[in-house]
């Protein structure tokens, strides 16, 4: 039998949604003073009137409920689910003000684009965009990539008692530490501290590129906020073609790198577990995985005419495929150089190191090493089953984060989004083509949505279709959700809407 | 024979000869006049050619125009019309361009947007990015720094930056470097100066925002005031 939401559940599910909404009204005090600070008036008020709507908004939410009680997995996959909606649509208000999008539902194609780590943009004449718009574009990514939930239980938004099963509804189950709390201070302590370090030597190298100095601080800035939650927006609109430097191409490869990693490994490493990191099964997949992939990659750069020279291939081809399996969305080449200049092979395999994307926990998208690395172990296991004599008990074991064994249900969750994956890659490839682009760019941008790849041909342009543009907002959303709470909410509310089944269920 | 000289006097004159006939005093007449206004025109040029002279330090606009405008003005109003190369395009063309537009001889028109940034250790080209006015589209434009010395605003926010027209060749996939695509200056012009326009301060544009977020404030101070109560 199908669960349904009750109304006590949607009262419960509107006040912690009130919650995330007056957070969103704290964070938006970041990009107010930037503008305040950097005198840009016009997005300074726009800024205050966001503020305000967050406000309230937040507290009508939490007037559901005034005392809302602990929640149950079950109004935790709704809050999840929804707060990615529900914020994006509060982000989108001072973004649309700032006249740099054709139509509202580009800058809410946007902030879904920013929250989620796609990183793809519809934004128009973004050289010309004021630093306090810039800013709320890479607060987008900080929040979205660290996920919302982790941010607002790291804050203690939620108290202490609900935590785990909201953490869990992000799509995420390993604990750093026993503590989801804590667990959650230890990863946004580990990231910012990346950030940090990686602001510093992107200004340096700004600097000596000629840019002035607040604007090389503010742009290292969001590059390494973009480059380590794997997300792509980049402060101009060439990305990061734009800065012309091999130095600064090198040190957005590392930080997008340690982004696509697990934060779980980040705290064996920490931890002075170096041996566990190298064992573990997404760093091994990973390492097959990007060997063969890049091989190919370069093989059929080789058979192009642009591309085939050495240097070429090795600084254009290099951080394309890094930022592709990162599912970051940062490119040195231009969008046109994809489709005209690429041989359609290695256009096909960046769209497929999109699709597999980087390590879970981390804050990549795509489908993860990790499904990958348990899918081909059962395949090893079925195999050995296969020749195994019928007395003998197949026992397939692998590393992560100390030995685990293979077990069905571990295989079953696995397939079962991986399959979703697939089926979502596919779908949106035909929505693409149906709206009368190609099959090739139509395949590439399905993948990218879906993955939160972020690295876009030519169908995501401002003004797009907007059933185009919604079906890829919600494949964006459904991505970051790895597709199980986006389905499961689906079914619930479609449950629910049943006026015979309403009932209070306490 | 009589006619040949005539004819060809005529034509390097600019007189209109044509099937009718021309007494030779009235030719003579017209002549002398023509002689004359191009020595007035010759004269006229030398002297405004002279205020040049003082400006071989470097500094000057004119100097490093790369092809002088009218007097002490670096504004050059005479090339938008100018077709004298292969191709007249737009930037958006390039975004977009195929083989057909590669290591061609290209013109655009764009704004400057962001930085000038240096290319290598050494000073001497910078990169320059060039936004075409109505749309999106952007592209590389690879020049001396000489030239960018003519760009005196970079565009941003509060600031539309100077107009420049480029002329020069076009790389789909540059070799030169790394295989970016990208425009070689050969000639820039400045086509109009770049603007500082700062925000100015208006109260009146923050009482939406001061209203709602004071209505807010207040329905958070009831929330937390009914939650107390129910405790």
Sequence with gaps: MWQRFTLYDVRVIGHYLGVLVLFSSLALLVPFVTAVACQEWKPAAHYLLAIGVALIVGVALRFLRIEPGRLDRQQALAVTGFAWIVLSFIASIPLYLSGHYATHLDALFDCVSGMTTTGASVILDLDHLSNADNMWRFMLHLMGGFGLIVVALSFGLFGKRVGASLYMSEGRSEHVVPNVVQTTQFIAKIGMGIILVATVILTGLCLIIGMEPLRAFLQALWLSVSGFTTGGFAPMSQSVMYYHSFPIEVVLMLVMLVGSISFVLHAEVWKGRVAVFFRDLEIRTMVLWLAVVTCVFAASLSASADFSNLPAMLRRGLFMVISAFSTTGFQNITTNQLETSLTSGAFLVLAMLMAVGGSGGSTSGGIKFSRMGIIAKSMVSTIKEALAPDSARVVVAYNHVGRRVLTPDIVKEAMTVFILYVVTYAVGALVGIAHGFEAAPAIFESVSMASNGGIVSSLATPGMAPTLEVFYIVQMWAGRLEFVTLIALAVEIAVSLNPKKWMVRR | ?231
């Excluded at chain 2, 240096?118 to 006015?133: C, F, P």
């Excluded at chain 2, 012009?189 to 209203?211: I, L």
Aim: charged share 20%; proline share 3%.
């Design chain 2, 1 to 231: 024979m009589r006619t040949g000289w005539r004819t060809a006097a005529c034509a390097r004159l600019g007189l209109a000869l044509g099937p009718r006939r021309v007494s030779r005093p009235k030719l003579a007449r017209e002549l002398v006049s023509k002689l004359g206004l191009a020595m007035a025109l010759a004269m006229a040029l030398g002297l405004a050619g002279m205020p040049m002279l003082g400006c071989m330090d470097g500094r000057s606009d004119v100097a490093f125009a790369d092809e002088p405008a009218e007097g002490g003005n670096a504004v050059n109003t005479q090339q938008l019309p100018d077709s004298s190369f292969i191709y007249d395009t737009s930037i958006g063309d390039l975004a977009q361009a195929d083989s057909y537009y590669d290591n061609q001889t290209v013109q655009v028109v764009g704004e400057v947007v962001g930085d000038g940034i240096r290319s290598g250790l050494d000073d001497r080209h910078q990169w320059i990015t060039l936004s075409a006015e109505g749309d999106s589209s952007t592209i590389s434009a690879y020049m001396t720094s000489e030239q960018v010395m003519k760009i005196d605003t970079f565009g941003r926010y509060g600031a539309r930056g100077t107009m420049l027209q480029v002329r020069g060749t076009f790389h789909l996939v540059c070799p030169d470097h790394d295989g970016i695509s990208d425009l070689h200056a050969e000639v820039v012009t400045v086509v109009s100066r770049g603007e500082e326009m700062p925000d100015e301060f208006d109260a009146k544009a923050f009482v939406p925002g001061v209203v709602t977020v004071a209505a807010g404030l207040a329905m958070l101070g009831v929330f937390y005031w009914l939650r107390e109560r129910q405790r």
